[in-house]
């Protein structure tokens, strides 16, 4: 009987040895792997020769993942490299149009056809600021809507003459989320346009005002506000004015590329509210 349990303990301990203990290690060794990135399998020529076999076909394999993987990042790498140097080059090209279109509405003597020329030049202007702001990114895939939306708002009080002057106050609210290009562009066009036509025409005659601009993301639901205390104006379609006409189409073309709901109120000042789903990056 001493005989039999002395063998069994025997048999238990080679098994251990020569099968139990170096599948444990090879377990240990592939959670490393996954964790670390790094595989020691420590092949002895103690072990069985199928767990020599297994180890080593593990230890190919993942050699080959490492450099399948390192030839994925550095192709990753060099794809950032370029579209960073995309959004650099059409942030330039944009900036050279957006002065050319200065230029040359610096020689119109008209004053409407003037003031169609300084409005191109602010749109161009916003694309060239999305496009900034992408090659300024860690990612390329989004923008931090919230210090987008200020430095846009800024360069619009800005360029309209207004930003040292103090009549007109700018208010940028933004909750802390990112926004896809897809939507950013023509959300940020909305944005140029309005708040262009509230300096220009909300406050006339010297007056002084505030122009406020929150951006919200609730439940995946993005709202934009933007509202003047200004002296209002009316939306109807036949009524004529220098606030009607493509300013107008552009502001809903652009809704309609949002798949937003759009509202607006013209008493009491003017108010825009866009209401869309945000595209998950």
């Given at each position: ?90 942030k330039n090209n944009l900036q050279i149009v957006a ?55 800024e360069q619009t009080l800005h360029v309209a003459g ?120």
């Open positions: 009987m001493i005989l039999l349990v002395a063998g069994l303990i025997g048999v238990t301990l080679a098994a251990n040895i020569v099968l139990v203990w170096p599948l444990r290690r090879l377990t240990y060794s592939v959670q490393k792997w996954q964790m670390e990135g790094v595989f020691d399998a420590r092949i002895t020529r103690a072990m069985p020769l199928e767990l020599q076999r297994l180890g080593q076909a593990f230890t190919r394999a993942t050699r080959r993942l490492s450099r399948h993987e390192a030839r994925l990042n550095k192709a990753m790498a060099h794809q950032e490299l370029l579209m960073r140097e995309i959004h650099h080059r059409v002065s050319l279109l200065n230029l040359q509405a610096s020689r119109i003597s008209h004053p409407e056809v003037r003031a169609e020329f300084a409005l191109a030049r602010d749109r161009v202007r916003a694309l060239a600021t999305l496009h900034k702001t992408l090659y300024a990114e860690d990612r390329l895939d989004s923008l931090d809507m919230a210090s987008f939306l200020r430095e846009l708002c207004e930003g040292e002057t103090g009549r007109i106050t700018l208010k940028v609210e933004s909750d802390d989320f990112r926004m896809n290009p897809d939507q950013a562009v023509p959300l940020a066009l909305i944005m140029t346009e309005i708040v262009t036509n509230s300096i220009k025409y909300a406050f006339p005659d010297g007056r002084r005002g505030t122009i406020s601009v929150a951006l919200r993301l609730v439940d995946q639901i993005v709202t934009l506000t933007i509202a003047d205390d200004g002296i209002g104006c009316s939306f109807d379609e036949d009524t004529p004015g220098e606030r009607h006409g493509i300013g107008r189409k552009l502001i809903r073309g652009f809704a309609r590329q949002l798949n937003a709901q759009l509202s607006r109120s013209g008493e009491n000042g003017t108010v825009y509210k866009f209401v869309f789903p945000l595209i998950r990056e």
